[in-house]
């Protein structure tokens, strides 16, 4: 029994574990695993706190659904209508996964909106979470800049005239309005060279910032912590009664930064 | 007492982070698990909002979450009505609001500007350690401000409806008698011509119109440009220094020279 055990043991040992470890000495990527699952939250967080890796899903879905768009979608004003019937109306399901990257925008930015409110409410972008809530604010705006660029890629009616009155909003700012509408035009009208610049501001800058931007934030958020409600009773950081031990326990309990932190 | 503030800072942290270890709950399975039902959640309504779009619509006609496209785009015709998605519904209503000449720029560029800014220095100028609503009177009247103003400028946009050029059309007999010119024949063409072509998505005719992005009242345009150079203006704006709106190089010569005849009889002593 025993013997069979340490077969087990060292099949376990040979398969898994000896990998992982060969993994881990070079990447550290068990560590950092280990880092990010087993670590604790304040044991008050509850469905609040969902919001932010619910945006992370939401965003998750647009990039799945975008790259399977992007395989059938043709970035050009004489074939990207007809693409996109073709997706909608042919392709087996292709109207779900278009249904889904239209629709996940918007389910996207409210995330995006309901998550803000969330650590506006609870005061959780206060020391040490600046860096956090400036992260946060940079995807709100990206994500944004998602919706307004995605917009023009169905090539309707719909979305040329938003994106007709869109450039000519940013036309209007003072210094580089004039410079930026050029360049989002790309000509003196909207046709094919706007169509590819905006597809591919779609598909590779603005999603590229996103994910390094994403990863910040999930670092920080690991690094950091997630605060409790800030009406808990039992919240992490409570103010303590100042009256310090008595008695047997006295000198057991210790205060301050000096490693009680340990 | 008079520690400094990152001193102060440090020491409410280490506290936290004292207590979440003590007192805390493993990240995974607990936190975990409302994430991923949470996350089932939000894939699950996505799909829901797809099913419920695409069953309900046919092409172009909408059902109940809109149509799945609308006609294929196309330059000429523009009796069509500008409309963005509606997240950005309350930075188009903000144009209605600020007009002609200069203010247009504070609600395309400023307002949005000072709420970035002021969004992104939030940690810098709310410092203090508080962090219970009814303790921060003024961060919570800003924000149910700024929600319910976020809110009525998106309701106003949604439902703001702008007249689309076949509508506006039964005004040119109006407009020819105002301004006489009804019997030039190339006048009421171009006036026709200025209805449904969406010029009055952005400028003002007599009283109809938008007045968005800073366009102009047109009803006396007649005063200041002759034929020609509206021609002109109308091929080229930016030549004029008008980088805002588009060139109508498309509607072909013969037709700018109507559109120009008929703004080049829009003038104030005509009547």
Same mark, same amino acid.
């Given at each position: ?94 109207? @779900? ?115 390094? @931007? ?5 670092? @920080? ?42 | ?225 002759? +034929? ?24 072909? +010569? ?18």
């Amino acid at each position: 029994m025993a013997k069979r055990k340490t077969r087990r043991q060292q099949i376990v040992d040979l398969a898994v574990l000896a990998p992982l470890d060969w993994i881990d000495e070079r990447t550290g990527a068990v560590r950092g695993t280990k880092w990010f699952l087993f670590r604790n939250v304040p044991r008050d967080v509850s469905w609040a706190q969902t919001l932010g890796f619910a945006t992370l899903i939401a965003f998750l879905t647009q990039t799945l659904t975008g790259a399977i768009l992007a395989m059938y979608y043709k970035p050009d004003p004489n074939s990207a209508y007809e693409s996109i019937e073709h997706i909608t109306n042919d392709l087996t399901l292709g109207w @779900l996964v278009r249904g889904m990257h239209r629709w996940g925008a918007s389910v996207f930015v409210i995330l995006l909106f309901l998550h803000m409110g969330r650590v506006f409410l609870f005061g959780a972008y206060k020391y040490p979470r600046e860096l956090q809530w400036i992260t946060g604010v940079l995807l709100l705006a990206t994500g944004m800049l998602m919706g307004f660029t995605g917009y023009l890629l169905p090539w309707d009616q719909t979305a040329y005239w938003a994106t007709v009155v869109g450039i000519n909003l940013n036309g209007t700012a003072p210094f580089a309005g004039p410079w930026l509408a050029q360049f989002l035009s790309s000509g003196p009208e909207i046709g094919g060279d706007t169509l590819a610049k905006w597809y591919a501001l779609h598909m590779l800058l603005l999603p590229g910032a996103i994910f390094a @931007l994403i990863g910040v934030h999930l670092y @920080l958020v690991t690094r950091l912590g997630v605060v409790s409600p800030p009406w808990s009773k039992e919240q992490a950081g409570r103010e303590r009664p100042v009256a310090e031990p008595t008695g047997a326990r006295a000198g057991l309990v210790r205060r301050g930064t000096e490693g009680g932190a340990k | 007492m008079a520690r400094d503030r990152g001193e102060q800072n440090r020491e409410w942290y280490a506290t936290y982070k004292d207590d979440v270890k003590k007192e805390g709950k493993g990240f995974f399975p607990y936190a975990m698990l409302h994430d991923t039902i949470m996350g089932f959640v939000v894939v699950l309504v996505i799909i829901g909002l797809a099913i419920i779009w695409y069953w309900d619509a046919d092409g172009v006609e909408p059902g109940v979450l809109g149509p799945l496209y609308t006609e294929p785009a196309d330059p000429g015709t523009t009796d069509f009505v500008p409309r963005p998605d509606w997240y950005f519904y309350f930075l188009f209503y903000l144009l209605r609001i600020f007009e002609w000449p200069e203010t247009v720029v504070i609600a395309t560029v400023g307002i949005p500007t000072v709420l970035l800014i002021l969004l992104l220095g939030l940690p810098f100028y709310d410092r203090s350690r508080e962090r219970r609503p009814s303790r921060r009177p003024v961060a919570m009247i800003a924000a149910v401000l700024t929600v319910i103003s976020m809110g009525v400028l998106t309701y106003k946009g949604a439902t703001a409806t702008e007249a689309l050029g076949s509508e506006l059309i039964v005004l040119v007999p109006e407009w020819a008698e105002e301004k006489g010119f009804a019997d030039n024949d190339n006048a009421v063409e171009g006036a026709r011509l200025f209805a449904v072509s969406g010029c009055l998505n952005c400028h003002i005719y007599l009283g109809s119109g938008v007045g968005a992005l800073g366009a102009p009242d047109l009803s006396d345009v007649g005063d200041r440009y002759d +034929q020609e150079t509206l021609v002109r203006y109308l091929t080229n704006p930016a030549e004029f220094g008008n980088t805002v709106m588009g060139s109508y190089a498309y509607l072909g +010569q013969e037709n700018l020279n109507k559109l120009a005849t008929f703004l080049d009889a829009s003038t104030s002593d005509d009547g």
